[in-house]
């Protein structure tokens, strides 16, 4: 079994900045990303990135303020949440896959393996 263990949320103010991180001991995974679910609303893409490192994928709520990257082990990926709005409020859980293919997904269902979880709270 894949754990993935998340890490880095917490209380943010308005225009902030945040790194998540996200750590698997297991070696096989293809492309990672990101999803996050405020309360009462359905889980949403984030970010994701493939393998190694040269394409990533961002949801339109966040691109342009967000960056995702992995290290060279390829066990760990990092969201860096920039500008921080309170819509941005949610757990944010990391995801990960074995499958190459497609390539990169945005879909949940492509995810094999997920986090716990982390909060991420953007105060005023």
């Known amino acids: 079994q894949v754990q993935l263990v998340e890490s880095g949320g917490g209380l943010v103010q308005v225009g902030g900045s945040l790194r998540l991180s996200c750590a698997t001991s297991e070696r096989t995974i293809s492309s990672m990303g990101w999803f996050r679910q405020a309360p009462g609303m359905e889980r949403e893409f984030v970010a994701a990135?493939?393998?190694?490192?040269?394409?990533?994928n961002y949801a339109d709520s966040v691109r342009g303020r967000s960056t995702i990257s992995r290290d060279n082990a390829k066990t760990t990926v990092y969201l860096h949440l920039n500008s921080l709005k309170p819509e941005d409020t949610a757990v944010y859980y990391c995801?990960?896959?074995?499958?190459?293919?497609?390539?990169?997904?945005?879909?949940?269902?492509?995810?094999?393996?997920w986090g716990q979880g982390t909060q991420v709270t953007v105060f005023s």
């Open positions: 990135i493939t393998r190694s490192g040269g394409a990533t």
């Open positions: 995801a990960a896959r074995r499958s190459f293919y497609p390539l990169i997904a945005t879909a949940a269902s492509f995810y094999e393996y």
